[in-house]
């Protein structure tokens, strides 16, 4: 059988890789080796609502008792676990995928990911269809928790905010693209609660996505950028599929790298004395690396799909992220496009600056990220010859990291990295330079070598 987890849970096309059988037989084995009680919510792909009832009734099958959040946001799912104490919540989503994909996103006691190993469990028990069905009278039960909705808006103002700043108004106008997803029941409303003049597009839940394809891009969020600068709007914010991911846009109408976001948070809670750990992926910038120190702190680098991993080991964590996805762990330990949002939106109306003033102290360094179709069977070729010979292809090496994909990190301070997608066909090439000369010189290098490649 194809393993079933990829780097980010459960995903792949509708009907094919991910159908109705896959959801009960997943809705028995977690009951199996999780426990009775769990969460359920769902984004608003065409397929979600299939996949929800298969789900809940391999749950309720195996004697699960499930809340049923129905239509929501990732991190409220998430969140719900932690909540109301539940053995574990499953979210029916595929994040920033096509709209003919879907997938299931598995949080634990206290609304963390599944920690690989407990992957491992789950596919071996699909494998072997390990459930133990209940009789008649042992069935489990299925009951509504829309107001988990609510309950989450609530909290996460109470962390923000103290109670005279609750109802607090303020002149900062805020561009919110939902990308036709649960966003827009919540990221609106709880900007506006802060005090945000708010505008919402992309705000009506459709899984064409026909506003936009759900990954926050920049060549994705051109006319978000445009629009934001034509409307005055002091920030723009966009959510992919589910809201675990934010991008930002500043009053100029340009996309901000996403590290410098991450180098803020990181800052932010640095000085707060939040912990001195910053974990991020290998993909990111190194001026997370140049901030983190400046204040401090200390890096630990993973693979993509595995900050949780660290959270699950040490209580020292400040921020763990990757590219539009952060986890704020003193909030919870689960990506929140939510949280972050709002966060940059407090920020901005406390400090009374603009954005480009929040972050005129973070280096902001030439970067690509792109994408090449790839077939999982080509894959393997390509990260030989990449293994093989990127190293020597870019020249000038100070180190290299190969835990993820193949990182060579030269000693004029750029880098490029160029791994295999866990959850599209494609092979990916992100890269970083102080100049652009530069940046196009490694990257053209980069793309020489998997173009070879594919056509060997």
Known sequence: MKKLFSTSGIRGVYPHEVSPTLAFKLGCVLTYIFGKECTVGIDGRLSSPVLEYALISGLMHSGCNVRRIGLAPLPITAY????????????????????????????????????????????????????VPRSWSDVGSCISYREVISEYISDLLDFLLDEDSRCSTSDLKVVVDCCNGP????????????????????????GHFPGREPEPRPDVLVDLGGFVSSTGARLGIAHDGDADRVAIIDSNGSFVVNDRIIAYMAKRALERSEGRIVVTTIDTSRCIDEVVD??????????????????????????AAEPWKIINPKWGPWADGILTAATLVHDLMESRKNLQELLKDIPNYPQIRESYPCSDEEKVKVMKKVEEELESVIGNVDEVWNYDGVRV?????????????????????????????????????GRKLVFRALKA
Not at 294 to 319: C, N, P
């Open 80 to 131: 719900s676990v932690k909540k109301v104490g539940v053995k574990f919540g499953v979210m029916i989503t595929a994040s920033h995928n096509p709209p003919e994909y879907n997938g299931f996103k598995v949080f634990r006691e206290g609304g963390l990911e599944l920690m690989p190993s407990e992957e491992e469990l789950v596919e071996e028990a699909i494998l072997r269809e390990s459930t």
């Open 183 to 206: 966003a827009a029941l919540v990221t609106p409303m709880v900007l506006a609660q802060l005090g945000a003049r708010v505008i919402a597009v992309n705000a009506n839940i459709d």
């Open 294 to 319: 400046r204040f401090g702190g200390e890096i630990v680098r993973t693979k993509l799909g595995k900050t949780h991993v660290e959270l699950s080991k040490r209580s020292d964590i400040a921020l």
């Open 409 to 445: 990190n030269c000693k004029d301070g750029s880098w490029i990295l160029i791994r295999a997608s866990g959850t599209e066909p494609k092979i990916r090439i992100y890269a970083e330079a102080k100049s652009l000369s530069r940046l196009n010189e490694i990257v053209e290098k």
